[in-house]
């Protein structure tokens, strides 16, 4: 089945900029949608499609994707940010859909 | 508001069987597939089951195909997941989530927690 790969964990500065990958095998030929998860609550959707921002999702947050790395890109990191964050993409093998290990953001 | 509500978790025995719901409101249900995501304690998600709108399309990963079966009820705007055959690696939060379109699930319930052991 598809794999997809993220680093464990993100640190970052608030005010700086954080950026999380998401590696998969030309990825960039796949739709990637991002979600946040903070502690004890469900998973959000932020970003749909590889660069759309869902409803009420800050500007701050953005994505791209292409070539083997999709890429998660969040600006002027904020506490509220911290989170862990998960990529998700559809295959067309024996399992359709496809959740990356999840990268915990730590905002400093 | 669309809204989610999840429940029938529990604590069961291994080899035992459970029946998870979901009960949607705010939207046309039986115009959007639906899934479910479990999370072990502690670990990341997983995708575990998707069903078409109509509930003629069922998805299955492969480390539940067989023992796991997805069904909906488009009358009572309610989505489900019968778990038979049940090992302690299937402890986890069971949610439901609202596929948009293709993969962008929004929203998710709030999860219902399923502990296998005896």
């Known amino acids: 089945s598809y794999v997809l790969t993220q680093p464990p964990s993100v640190s970052v500065a608030p005010g700086k900029t954080a950026t999380i990958t998401c590696g998969g095998n030309?990825?960039?030929?796949?739709?990637v949608h991002w979600y946040q998860q903070k502690p004890g609550q469900a998973p959000m959707l932020v970003i749909y499609?590889?660069?759309d921002r869902s409803s009420g999702i800050p500007e701050r947050f953005s994505g791209s994707n292409s070539g083997n790395t999709a890429t998660l890109t969040i600006s002027r990191v904020e506490a509220g940010d911290e989170a862990d964050y998960y990529c998700?993409?559809?295959?067309?093998?024996?399992?359709?859909?496809?959740f990356g290990g999840g990268t915990k953001l730590t905002v400093l | 508001e669309v809204q989610l509500l999840e429940s029938g978790g529990g604590l069961v025995q291994p080899g035992g069987s459970l029946r998870l719901s979901c009960a949607a409101s705010?939207?046309?249900?039986?115009?959007?597939?639906m899934n479910w995501v479990r999370q072990a304690p502690g670990k990341g998600l997983e995708w575990v089951s998707s069903?078409?709108?109509?509930?003629?399309?069922?998805f299955y990963a492969d480390s539940v195909k067989g023992r796991f079966t997805v069904s909906r009820d488009n009358s009572k705007n309610t989505l489900y997941l019968q778990m038979n055959s049940l090992r302690a690696e299937d402890t986890a939060k069971y949610y439901c989530?609202?596929?948009?379109?293709?993969?962008?699930?929004?929203?998710w319930g709030q999860g219902t927690l399923v502990t296998v052991s005896s």
């Open positions: 705010g939207f046309t249900f039986n115009s959007y597939s």
């Open positions: 989530a609202k596929d948009l379109n293709h993969g962008d699930y929004s929203p």
């Open positions: 998700h993409v559809w295959d067309s093998g024996s399992e359709p859909w496809v």
């Open positions: 030309n990825i960039g030929s796949k739709n």
């Open positions: 499609y590889d660069s």
């Open positions: 069903i078409s709108g109509s509930g003629d399309g069922t």
